[in-house]
């Protein structure tokens, strides 16, 4: 009998806390090594009551989610035999996780996206990288305007489970990018604030996956 891949960890009541909501579910082939299959299986958050606030802000131009948090858990297919350790996999995964991260964010028709510099932050004592991208919405039905956006990406590993967490958010306000008059609150926040709360996820991910 086949069985459904774990769901991923993830600190659900944080997120809400934060103003995210579930917005999706699904398991994909992420990309194969030799004869084993690693497949992922994610769950994604967005904040909707930002991007409702942005959508009807500029009239539009931004349609699209303003910040989000992905958790992706990564199931080897066949499982990895005995003896084999997923710390011999590590460097691999984390060079598939940012190629593929970029590539999809090309995918999704942004512009000038690069990869950025990569940061360590402490978790209980345990070293967590971190990668930064930014990239450009040039919003194409408003050609005067464009769109910063920030990316970030982890890879967590810990006793034999891996897990990719990717998140997005503007790279400054919303409200500063679009020169919005009276913004309601939502909009207001800057990088270093939507900085802090990813951080904040990230170290939540991490106790769950630790836990």
């Not at 990316?151 to 990719?164: E, K, Q």
């Amino acid at each position: 009998m086949t069985t459904d891949p774990p769901a991923p960890p993830v600190p659900e009541a944080m997120l809400t806390e934060a103003g995210f909501e579930l917005v999706e579910r699904y398991t994909e082939t992420l990309f194969e090594v030799g004869t084993v299959r690693i497949e992922g299986v994610t769950h994604r958050y967005e904040d909707t009551r930002s991007s409702e606030a942005a959508r009807d802000a500029t009239d539009g131009a931004v349609e699209h989610a303003i910040r989000f948090v992905a958790v992706t858990r990564l199931v080897f297919q066949p499982s990895l035999p005995f003896g084999v350790s997923l710390s011999m996999f590590t460097s691999m995964l984390r060079r598939e996780a940012r190629s593929s991260f970029a590539a999809q964010l090309q995918d999704r028709g942004l512009e000038n996206v690069e990869r950025g510099s990569s940061q360590t932050l402490r978790f209980d004592g345990s070293r967590v990288r971190v990668r930064e991208y930014s990239a450009t919405d040039l919003l194409a039905e408003h050609t005067d305007r464009s769109f910063s956006l920030s990316f970030r990406l982890s890879v967590l590993t810990h006793r034999g489970t891996a897990v990719v967490v990717t998140a997005g958010f503007p790279a400054s306000s919303v409200a500063e990018q679009f020169d919005l008059t009276d913004p309601p609150a939502t909009l207001t926040q800057s990088a270093a604030e939507y900085q802090a709360t990813f951080e904040t996820l990230l170290d939540g991910v991490y106790d769950e996956l630790t836990a």
